[in-house]
Each structure stands twice: as C-alpha cells, then as structure tokens.
C-alpha cells in the first residue's frame, strides 16, 4: 500500500528540472491518471497503478467513491462508522454546490470532489516518486496538471471554470500528510481557513481539456492519423459521450473545431440497470402465471430449477426485443448527431463518400446492443443516405510510449483519455468549440446540391 505523500524526490537539490505532468480522468465509476514526461526519456508516459487501492480486475482502475467519518476525514478506503459517496461526478454536473449538513459543517458535490481528487493526486505522486527514483530521481520535478471535462461542457465557461478551480484546490490539499478533511475544505471554500503550505505548481499549469479530444489525442500524435471529419462515441458507465470533430493543422499546429457535442444517460450501467428491470417485469409475470395455476392434474415439476424460464422463453432475440427501447434512444442520439454533420456541420466532407470514421471507445463499447445499435446505423447510411456508411474504427494504442503493470490492446481505450491528458497543454492545439462554428448552407446551385439530406421523419 502507498502511503508516502512527498511531492519530490528526496535528497534532490538539483538545479536540472524535468516537467512531469499528471493527467486525471475524473470518471464516473473509476479514475485513471497517466504521468507524462513530455521532455525527457522521449515523453515517457507512465499509467499509475493504485495497488491495493485500485480494483481488482486491474489496480490501475481507481474506483471513484470516497470514504469519510463524522469529522470529515476522507479516506479511499472503507472504515468502520464511514459513509461512503459515490456518483460524484454525476453530482457535481447536476448541482455542485447542494449541501448537506454534517456536524459543524456542510457537505456538497464540490467538496467531496475536492477530498477525492486531493487523495488521488497523493496517490499517484506517491507511487511515481517511490517507484520512478531510478529514472527520474536525480531532477527537480516541475508539475502540471490536466484533468477533463466533459466535451458538452467545453462550451459552459461557468462549468470550466468549476472545474478547474476543484483541481486547483484538490492540488492544494494533495499537499501535505495531514488527513484531508472535508471540514477544512468547507471553510476554505468560504475564506475561513487557509493552508500553511505553498503552492508549488504554477496555476497556469492546471488546466481543464475536453475528454473526447484528450481521448483521440494518441491517434492525433500517431502514424495512422488522418485529417478531417470524425465521430468519436464513448460509451462510460452513465453516458454515452459523443462529438463529431474536424481535425487539421495550421503551420504545425493541430486544429480541432468541435461540430456537434451531445451526452445521454446511456452508459453500460444504464443498460444494466435497464436489463434488470425488463427482466424482474418479466419474471414477475412468469411466477404469476405459476402461481395462478388451477388445475391439479397436471404433474408437478420435478425440481426447483425448472420454476425459472430459459432464455429461450424471453424470444429469439431476446436481447433487441428486451432493450427495444433502449436501442431506439441510443440509435436516435447517434443518428441525430449524423444527421446535423451531413446537413449543416460538414456536408462537404468527403468522409461521407469514402467511410466517416467512427471511434467507438470506453469500457461499455462490448456490450452487444451499441455495436448492435451501430451496425444497424452504418447499413442504414450506406442504403439510404447516399454515403459510404461508417468506418468503426479502435483507437491505435502508443505501445512505444505507454509504460504500464498490465494492460492489453483490447484494454487501452479505458486509458485513452488520461494518456491524452498528460500531455501539457500548449501541445494540444487549438480548440474550437460548437458555439463559435456556423453551420455550412449548401447553395442549390452548387455542386454539393446533390447531397441528400436528412428528412425529421428518418430520426
């Protein structure tokens, strides 16, 4: 288990610095950091792994839920008397700043959030400076930190700058080996309390970047890049997060204009929790029909097993037929977003007429129905929408750059937003958000006017 919480090295009086920057996916059922040395050992990047704090399946998945006692001392581990939070992500985007009173003070979305962050950061500068001594040991660490938001957000400055002052305070709280304490945190926030220790970042090194392009940032940087129209779906345990984005560059400088953004209660725990009620309403007709039986000469089955339907009973496509609903609202999210890139976003493009390249990306994206949910679309938009359909791409990952305990190609894509966090962010490039980019309107005179476009009827 980590516990060291030193933010450098020790023993170290050095005048050579290195810059190492921490990249945070703050997610709503886990947390991924990834440590980027951008100008040193060839922008070596590190996925921390959380030991016996991480989950089971792979200790580099930080579950996100905090735990906390009646004073306010936050932990990341369960204790006895300890309320757990979880949802805090969720939370924070529905209403930051509601609170609950506990003892002498409040507790809010923002300030378990801060408490969260706070124990993370500790946890991955702990576990770089205990483990990374021989390679980077003998610098002065310089740090930066991202961490994302989500790409609707991109466009709310109010939301963006929420963001970044959480991590600004969670890295103030990171600092020091006293507990974290959401008391403190509480009157900090209203100017009662101040922390003794400086700050040894620059606050113009915290920054706050877009999830969905920190996510495509490895391909951005990578061999099989292309420019041009793209749709990236990210498929997280609440939401389904999707943009469609033109990339390019101008004098070596990447260029992202954001078309569409759009998020929906979606995500793989939402299709669960979906599952589980069709199938409890299911069930409950099906013993209901048991019980209900009347005549007593028909036998009696011969064991308990057999008072349980087979899948088979739920019908040949059982999946589909159960999810029809939640089918419809993903394909209608998707579709809707392709439908304004095809008509007012980038109907030039030729990404149409060759295959839209679709990322589909998060640790949701195996579940059956939204590949399902996206086959069914691409027939469609070749058949009907006079394109070349959908090109359903992976994301490429950096295996000359990515150092990880444990981490499969298949896998990579959990990761993908924290390793394009840990970039710094001068070397993102510009990002243009959807609120500043007009629609495209295509003169019926010219060539593009045999483009067909989307009738409301084909949502």
């Given at each position: 288990m980590l516990t060291q919480t030193a933010t450098q090295f020790r023993d170290v009086n050095s005048s050579?610095?290195?810059?190492?920057v921490v990249g945070l996916d703050f997610g709503t059922s886990c947390s991924k950091v990834v440590l980027q040395s951008p100008y040193f050992?060839?922008?070596?990047?590190?996925l921390v792994c959380f030991g016996d704090h991480g989950h089971p399946i792979n200790n580099h998945l930080l579950p996100t839920r905090l735990f906390y006692d009646a004073q306010g001392n936050c932990s990341l581990s369960v204790s006895a008397n300890s309320f757990c939070a979880t949802g805090l992500k969720l939370k924070l985007l529905l209403d930051s700043d509601s609170a609950e009173s506990l003892s002498d003070f409040m507790v809010s979305p923002r300030t378990l959030t801060i408490a969260y962050i706070a124990l993370v950061l500790r946890l991955a500068k702990s576990w770089f400076i205990k483990t990374q001594s021989s390679i980077y040991g003998h610098f002065s660490i310089r740090w930066h930190f991202n961490i994302g938001i989500p790409s609707p957000g991109y466009d709310d400055l109010k939301l963006k700058e929420l963001?970044?002052?959480?991590?600004i305070d969670a890295w103030r709280f990171s600092l020091d080996d006293n507990p974290v304490s959401l008391a403190k945190i509480w009157r900090h926030l209203g100017g009662d309390f101040k922390l003794g220790q400086k700050l040894n970042i620059d606050p113009g090194d915290i920054q706050v970047l877009p999830e969905i392009i920190a996510e495509v940032l490895g391909y951005v940087k990578s061999h099989a890049r292309e420019d041009g129209l793209h749709v990236l779906i990210d498929i997280g345990a609440s939401t389904i997060d999707i943009s469609g984005f033109t990339l390019g560059d101008h004098k070596g400088e990447d260029r992202y204009a954001f078309l569409t953004s759009d998020l929906a209660h979606l995500g793989a725990y939402k299709c669960h929790q979906e599952r589980v009620r069709l199938v409890k309403e299911h069930l409950h007709r099906?013993?209901?029909?048991?019980?209900?039986?009347?005549d007593l000469i028909l036998p009696i089955v011969s064991s308990l097993s057999e008072y349980f339907p087979k899948l088979d009973d739920f019908g040949s496509n059982a999946e589909r037929e159960v999810l029809d609903e939640f089918y419809w609202r993903c394909r209608s999210l998707i579709h809707r977003t392709l439908k304004s890139l095809r008509q007012d976003r980038d109907p030039r493009s030729e990404k149409w007429q060759i295959g839209l390249p679709i990322f589909l990306c998060g640790g949701g994206k195996?579940?059956?129905i939204y590949r399902q949910v996206l086959d069914d679309i691409n027939e469609f938009w070749k058949t009907s929408m006079n394109t070349q359909g959908l090109d359903i791409r992976n994301l490429p990952r950096p295996n000359d750059k990515l150092v990880a305990e444990s981490l499969d190609e298949q896998n990579f894509d959990r990761f993908a937003v924290a390793y394009g966090l840990s970039?710094?962010?001068?070397?993102?490039?510009e990002i243009?958000?959807?609120g500043s980019i007009e629609n495209i309107v295509i003169d019926p005179?010219?060539?593009?006017?045999?483009i067909e476009m989307v009738s409301k009827d084909m949502v």
């Open positions: 050579t610095i290195c810059d190492v050992a060839d922008r070596r990047a590190m963001f970044r002052s959480i991590a099906w013993f209901a029909h048991l019980a209900g039986r009347q195996y579940l059956r970039f710094p962010y001068y070397d993102v490039g243009k958000p959807p005179t010219s060539k593009y006017s045999h």
